[in-house]
Structure formats: structure tokens, C-alpha cells
């Protein structure tokens, strides 16, 4: 070992003064006293909430992500509102009264006194005929057009009230309009002032808070409108944060950032067993719904005893216990227990029959198996599910090649304009989101649906008559019967097979009162402190 | 020193443009649709066609990249159609952020990275240099999203003395600092470790260079050698791995950003390209092209301004 050819403790940063000096640094950025970490910095009237999505637009006419909507309905009003709760309900929240007079005509009259920020005046009546009128204006644009699909028009009768006139009926109007996105309020003022819609930020709120900041990808705070004069807003700032990661979300909660967020399937048991310290954990129905889907018009598909071999040969059991976690439970259709057209059974029973499977594919006439092609978007849950599946058919016979896709890619598969990519298709694991009322679902399953969001290709002409006659259907058992048949039909064609509805856990500081929807969703201008 | 400099941005803009015009194709080769991402699942066919009449996606693929390296030339990136607002607006906010983190990064890691490697090379074959070489190719071999992750869980999760997620208030100088110490590190640590290495390997050839023993053999004081005359030449290879470090470390930015949930132009391309907002991922490309190549043009640069043999190699 050679030695040191020169002293270099003559150097005047030595190593000693060099770690002295950083550790130093280091601790004074970490100094508690500074307060300037969230975690330290616990006033009890900033609510830190977590979504998955950044809004792009938020402006309700054209927002059309559920991200955009969480802080559209803590800002606006709408003449009546989701319930927090357990059940699927609403409550009046911008209206006094409002009343379905018969199918096609609602009559409803506003709170007086509502008003909208920066001086855009009080809400009234006109205020509703606008902001409804102009999402089926086709100048806008809207997204969300097909939740007003039936509006006539809003027929303004006085300062407060007016008649909502539908061209025919439409009953899911009480459930995904009226209390969703298509029902936020707006100040007819305001927007024409704006020059149509509104850029980035609206101008002008009504609702116990308003948009105080937006740092696009970073966050969105909300502050407590001054001139609210309704129930006082829980909280004086709520801070929103889109992390679309839920790992990344949950060690957020868990290092004090965030009071409230969803966390993942794969992480539920694990919290709800040592959950962090001043922590609640809890577990909802989602309305989302997985499926496995078959090309009908494949030809490797188009033989219906194909497709049943391939549906007896699921097993779901296998896949909620390997990609869920044992978190979620079996689905029976696209309508999750609880809503009007829950069907408790399904035709195929949700554990695998390989004996049949294999009988059937030999009726077919592939006594030696079959080679197919299982499409699955690039998630670790569905990566997971279409493992399982790929496995569980590989014992009936079916050899399948697992294909993932980033979601820009999954999402045009069966995109008949996206070219013939839609031709190749034969099996896919979708996963749609849905609303708390039957049409919202049953509406991608229809004929004129082929080849935009039907990729199975389904094609039942008592499907759409039974769709049609459910929108306008008013008896709630008659309702329940429709969609129950419409899902028995899918299942029949033997190109569906349902998996889940998945769960959404979530986890929030006791230091809060979340309000809820039903499936988990938060209604964030409800939330209180504990 | 001009011609090399004309010569050197010349380069420059070709790169720029190849890079981007490749980028341009691939991103238009890989399947999927971005008016059914920005419209949803309710959008009709018409209202499809009509956004992809908007953003142009109708016309023939060169009259497209034409276009947009037209567009480039004169300054605009144009609209994103999710938010409709400016691309150069959204992009040059984002990459505030990973400047930001990406300088912090760098800026510890030289600090720690270039006295470590001094101090292996002046004790070289010690037992303190073997130390110092068996840390830093340690922190070489882990990967910074590893470093980030076990950062994350030990000082903001299990002693909770640093935030977790977030960049920290605008505005609020010492809260941003405090949200950029765990990103930095996680990012800046394997950096450490290949300065330390590169600055020993380059000192130990130039303290055996005849002018340093003649600096020597003159009683100049060991610093002035070290720091004023050995460091001068040996952090040449360092500053040209700086310079071309810049997109490795825009690519570590991008682990950082989603593990500690902030924004940055790599999370932002990412975002963009899983959602195919084409505007986006060109605007946001173009940028960190620019950026990668002047950082490679200016550490070259640095280069020919210290060693004048380096101009003749271009």
C-alpha cells in the first residue's frame, strides 16, 4: 500500500468540518419549529385530499372526468345532489322544491338568495335554463350532451322557478344527471362574459367554496366562499392533489400529508389490520364493473358453443383471490347490488367447469383445444386477472396469448375508425366505469354501439327495445325486471363474461367526517372536521 | 473558438431536428386514438372526427411534421386541446420543476462527488479510498426509483421529519426546499458515486503529469495543487458527463416525480403519452430536446474553452 504523497489536512474543508457543515444544513431544512411540513402542520381547517386525476377543464358544461366533478360540485350548486351515505339517494340542494308534474315535464323553484362570486348577481331561474340548454347547445360541444339527450327545453315561469321539458321520458335523470355532472349551475352572465365557456378557471362560483388556486399537476385549493349563506363549509382551504398512483397516495397518507384518499385493493387487508396511528379504514361497492369480452364476429368466436366453452372454462373465484386480493366480490352483470337491475345470479355459475368447457369446445369442433388472443391493458390488476385466466382456460383446452397495451392503445381496439384493428379482437378484459343508474351501463351494449364501445359486437333486437323501454319506464320493479333481462341476454350470446365491481377501500384521519357516496366517491363540500 | 462554436450549434439543430421529426413518427405509429381519451366514452364519431380535424390529425403525416417544425421555428407549440391552453405555457411550468430538481440533484451530488473523488485519489489505495470506492459504486448499482422509495418509507413514512408528497408551496422558499430534499437525494445519489469515480480516475493521471510534480518540487502549498491546477484539468471528463447526463437525469426525474407525486416535465410526458395528447408530447419532447442538446453543446463547449485540442476533433 502505497502512502499519502502530501498532507491533506492542509485542506481548509476537511472531511470532519465538510459532514459538520452538512448534517448541519440537513437539519436545520428538518427543524419542526419551522413548521413548514404538512404533517406538522396540523390546523384542523385545511382538508388534504387526494385524486386521481388533475382537472383539465373546469368549466361543468364541457368537464367530463369524475376528477373535474369533485371539485365542480364543492364550487357550483345543482338543483338537487347526491346524499352522503350508504344508499343511493338525493337531497335538494340549490332547488326549494322539485317535483316530476308527469314523464316529461319537472317543475322545480330555487332557494332565493343564492349568489354567484365577483358580482355575477343571484342564481335564478334563467340561470337554470342556461346552463342546461347549453350543453345540448351543439356549439359547445359538451361531453356530456347525452345525459341531457331528452331536454326540450327549460321554460323559465318566474325569477326562481321553472319547467324542465323533456321530449320523451327519461327516467335517469334522478340519478345521473340532475345530481352529476350535467347538473351544475352556472351564471348565464358569467359565461357569456366569458365568451361562451370558461378558459382554465371559471369566473364566478356559488357554491360554500371557490377555486382559490390551481397549479396544474400539483394541486387545486379551494378556499370558503365569503358569501355563502347556506350550512358553513367544513374546512377553510381544501387541498386536492392528483396522484394517479395509489401506493404513492398511501405512503403519502401515511407520512401525514393527506387526510383522505382511495388506496389499493392490494393494500386493504394490510390497513384494515394495523391501520396507521388516528386512521379509519374502510370498504365500498364500486360501480365499476370487469368483464371478459369476445369478438362474436371472429371467426374463432362466432361459434356460440366457443364462446361458452371460454366462459365455463373462467374461473372467478381464482381471479378475485389472485388480482383482488379476496377484496371484491362476483359480479352478475353491469349493475352492482344495490341499484335497480341487480340481477343475484348469473347463468354461468362463477366457478370454472372444465369438463364442460372441454365438451363444448369438442362439439365445435377443437377436440384438441383452441389458440386465442387475450387483450389487457398494462396494470398490475388486470396483468394479474389475465394471468389467472390464462391459466384456468389453459386446463379446458384454451392455449391464450396474453397481449397488454397502455391505455392510449387498449382504448381503440375495438374502434372500428381506428382502422381493422377491431377485426383481430377476439378476447378482451374490459373494465367500464359506471353511474348509479342501470342506463348508464346498459347504453355501450346496444346495436348502434358496435364497433364504437360494443367490441363484442353484440347485436339483440330485444336488448334495444328492452333499453328504450326502460329509459322511459317509471315503475321502479318493472325497471328492475328490464335491465335484469338485458344483462341475462349478453350472458346468453356467450361474449360476456362478468368478473367484479371491483372495491374502493379508503383510509382517512379521524380527524375528519368524510362524506360519501355510496361507492366511495367523495362529496368533498359535505366533509366536516371530527 | 467561433468556427468551432458556429460548428457545434449547427450540429445542434440538425439533431434537434431529426429527433424530432423521429419522435414525431413514433409517437404516430404506436395504436390509439387521442380524441377518444380527450372526449370520453360519450363522444360521438362526429364530435371525434371533428377533433381530429382540429388538431390537424386528418391531414397526410408530412404535411403534419412540416407543419409543426414550422410552427417550431417561429416559437409556437401549440394548444392543448384537454385543457386549451398553451403548450409552451403548460411545458416551460413543468420544467421549472425538474430544473429545479434536476440542479438540486447535481448541484449535492458535485458537492459531495468531487471532494470524495480528490480525497480517494490523494489517499489512493488507502483504506479510506477503498471505502470510498466501495460506497460509491454501491450507490451506482442501486436504482434511484429503489433510493426513492426507501427514502420516502424511512424519513417521511417511519420518522415523518420530511413531506412525502408535492413540491411545496409557490412562493414559499423553504417549504419547497424541504419537499425537494428526498427527490433530490434519491436522484443525486448514484450521480455521487460516478463523480467521485470519474474525478479519481482523472486525478491520479493528472498528479503524475510533469507539471504538477515541477508545481510540487516549487513548495507551492498541497491545495493550491489539488484544487487550483490538478482539479482544473481533471474535472474535464466530468463536466462532458454533466452535459450528457442532463437526459439520463430527466429520465431519473421522471421515477421521482411519481413516486413523490411532483410535477416535472418527465411525469408530464409520461402522462401525455399514455393519453396520446399529441400536443403535449411534441411540446414537452422538443423542450427537453433542446435542453439535452444545449447542455451537450455548452459542456463541449466548457471542453474546447479549457483543452484547444478538443476544437480540432470536431
Known amino acids: 500500500m502505497s502512502k499519502p504523497n502530501m498532507q491533506f489536512s492542509k485542506i481548509r474543508l476537511s472531511r470532519r468540518s465538510f459532514l459538520k457543515t452538512s448534517a448541519a444544513t440537513a437539519g436545520w431544512l428538518m427543524l419542526p419549529g419551522l413548521g413548514m411540513h404538512p404533517s406538522w402542520a396540523q390546523d384542523t381547517r385545511v382538508l388534504r385530499v387526494r385524486d386521481y386525476g388533475d382537472p383539465q377543464s373546469l368549466d361543468p358544461g364541457i368537464a367530463s372526468n369524475l376528477y373535474e366533478e369533485h371539485v365542480n360540485a364543492a364550487v357550483h350548486n345543482k338543483l338537487i345532489a347526491y346524499k352522503p351515505g ?109 365568451g361562451g365557456k370558461f378558459a382554465a378557471m371559471p369566473s364566478c362560483f356559488s357554491g360554500p367554496y371557490i377555486i382559490k388556486e390551481r397549479e396544474p399537476k400539483q394541486r387545486t385549493v379551494l378556499a370558503r366562499n365569503p358569501e355563502w349563506k347556506g350550512a358553513p363549509a367544513g374546512f377553510d382551504e381544501i387541498h386536492i392533489f392528483p396522484i394517479d398512483d395509489e401506493k404513492t397516495a398511501e405512503m403519502g397518507f401515511e407520512a401525514g400529508d393527506l387526510d383522505y384518499t382511495r388506496v ?75 341499484l335497480v337491475g341487480h340481477r343475484p345470479d348469473t347463468l354461468v355459475p362463477p366457478n370454472a367447469d372444465f369438463a364442460k368447457a372441454k365438451a363444448l369446445l369438442a362439439e365445435a369442433g377443437y377436440p384438441d383445444g383452441i389458440d386465442l388472443d387475450l387483450e389487457v391493458r398494462n396494470k398490475a390488476v388486470y396483468i394479474a386477472a389475465g394471468q389467472v385466466i390464462q391459466a384456468m382456460a389453459a386446463q379446458a383446452g384454451i392455449r391464450m396469448n396474453l397481449n397488454l397495451h397502455d391505455s392510449g392503445s387498449f382504448w381503440s381496439l375495438g374502434d372500428e375508425s381506428k382502422g381493422d384493428r377491431w377485426k383481430k379482437l377476439q378476447l378482451v378484459l374490459n373494465r367500464f366505469s359506471s353511474a348509479p343508474d342501470p342506463h348508464y351501463a346498459a347504453q355501450w351494449f346496444t346495436r348502434e354501439q358496435v364497433g364504437v364501445w360494443n367490441w363484442e359486437r353484440f347485436k339483440n333486437a330485444e336488448y334495444n327495445q328492452l333499453y328504450e323501454q326502460a329509459l322511459a319506464e317509471g315503475d321502479k320493479d318493472k325497471r328492475d325486471r328490464m335491465y335484469r333481462r338485458m344483462q341475462e341476454l349478453m350472458e346468453a350470446s356467450g361474449a360476456y363474461r362478468f368478473i367484479t365491481h371491483e372495491a374502493v377501500p379508503v383510509i382517512y384521519t379521524d380527524r375528519i367526517t368524510p362524506a360519501l357516496r355510496p361507492d366511495g366517491m367523495p362529496l368533498l363540500r359535505y366533509f366536516t372536521t371530527a | 473558438m467561433l468556427f468551432y462554436l458556429l460548428k457545434r450549434v449547427g450540429l445542434a439543430v440538425v439533431i434537434v431536428v431529426v429527433a424530432v421529426v423521429l419522435l414525431y413518427s413514433m409517437i404516430h405509429v404506436v395504436p390509439g386514438d387521442p380524441a377518444s381519451v380527450i372526449l370520453g366514452p360519450r363522444a360521438t364519431p362526429e364530435m371525434k372526427q371533428e377533433l381530429h380535424k382540429l388538431m390537424g390529425l386528418d391531414r397526410p403525416f408530412v404535411v403534419q411534421v412540416v407543419s409543426f417544425l414550422g410552427k417550431v421555428a417561429r416559437g409556437n407549440l401549440g394548444m392543448d386541446f384537454f385543457s386549451q391552453r398553451p403548450v409552451a405555457e403548460i411545458v416551460f411550468k413543468q420544467l421549472d420543476e425538474t430544473l429545479v430538481l434536476v440542479l438540486a440533484s447535481i448541484t449535492w451530488a458535485m458537492l459531495l462527488g468531487i471532494p470524495l473523488g480528490c480525497y480517494s485519489a490523494v489517499f489512493r489505495n488507502t483504506f479510506s479510498d477503498k471505502l470510498v470506492g466501495v460506497f460509491s459504486i454501491g450507490v451506482i448499482a442501486v436504482p434511484s426509483f429503489v433510493v426513492a422509495l426507501y427514502s420516502l418509507l424511512f424519513f417521511a413514512v417511519t420518522l415523518k421529519w420530511l413531506p ?31 463523480i467521485a469515480r470519474l474525478v479519481r480516475a482523472s486525478m491520479l493521471e493528472v498528479l503524475n503529469e510533469n507539471h504538477i510534480r515541477r508545481a510540487r518540487a516549487f513548495g507551492l502549498p498541497e491545495t493550491t495543487i489539488v484544487f487550483h491546477y490538478a482539479l482544473k484539468l481533471a474535472i474535464l471528463p466530468t463536466v462532458t458527463l454533466l452535459g450528457t447526463g442532463i437526459g439520463r437525469l430527466i429520465s431519473s426525474a421522471v421515477f421521482a416525480e411519481i413516486v413523490f407525486a411532483r410535477p416535472g416535465i418527465g411525469k408530464l410526458i409520461f402522462d401525455s403519452v399514455v393519453s396520446r395528447n399529441y400536443p403535449l408530447v411534441m411540446g414537452a419532447v422538443v423542450v427537453s430536446t433542446v435542453l439535452f442538446v444545449l447542455s451537450t453543446t455548452i459542456s463541449d463547449s466548457i471542453n474546447a474553452m479549457l483543452d484547444p485540442r478538443v476544437r480540432e476533433r470536431l
Open chain 1, 264 to 338: 389499493s385493493m392490494s393494500s386493504y387487508k394490510n390497513l384494515k389490520k394495523t391501520p396507521p396511528k388516528n386512521s379509519v379504514v374502510e370498504k365500498y361497492p364500486s360501480l365499476y364493473y370487469v368483464w371478459l369480452g369476445m369478438n362474436m364476429e371472429h371467426p374463432k368466436l362466432s361459434d356460440e358453443r366457443v364462446r361458452r366453452a371460454v366462459q365455463y372454462a373462467v374461473d372467478i373465484p381464482s381471479i378475485l383471490a389472485a388480482a383482488y386480493d379476496g377484496v371484491a366480490d362476483p359480479a352478475t352483470g353491469y349493475v352492482p347490488p344495490g
Open chain 2, 164 to 194: 412525502a408528497i408535492g413540491a411545496g408551496e409557490s412562493g414559499q422558499f423553504l417549504d419547497q426546499a424541504r419537499h425537494l430534499i428526498l427527490p433530490a437525494f434519491a436522484i443525486g445519489l448514484g450521480w455521487v458515486g460516478y
Open chain 1, 86 to 194: 350508504n344508499k343511493w339517494e338525493w337531497q335538494l340542494e340549490a332547488a326549494r322544491s322539485i317535483e316530476q308534474m308527469d314523464p316529461t315535464h319537472i317543475t322545480f323553484e330555487l332557494k332565493p338568495g343564492i349568489t354567484f362570486t365577483n358580482g355575477f348577481g343571484e342564481m335564478t331561474a334563467e340561470d337554470v335554463k342556461f346552463s342546461y340548454e347549453r350543453i345540448i347547445d351543439p356549439e359547445l360541444k359538451s361531453p356530456i350532451k347525452g345525459d341531457w339527450a331528452t331536454l326540450a327545453s327549460v321554460d323559465v315561469t318566474d325569477k326562481y322557478s321553472g319547467v324542465i321539458v323533456l321530449s320523451k321520458p327519461f327516467q335517469p335523470l334522478w340519478m345521473t344527471t340532475l345530481p352529476y355532472m350535467g347538473g351544475n349551475i352556472v351564471s348565464k352572465k358569467a359565461v357569456e362574459a366569458a
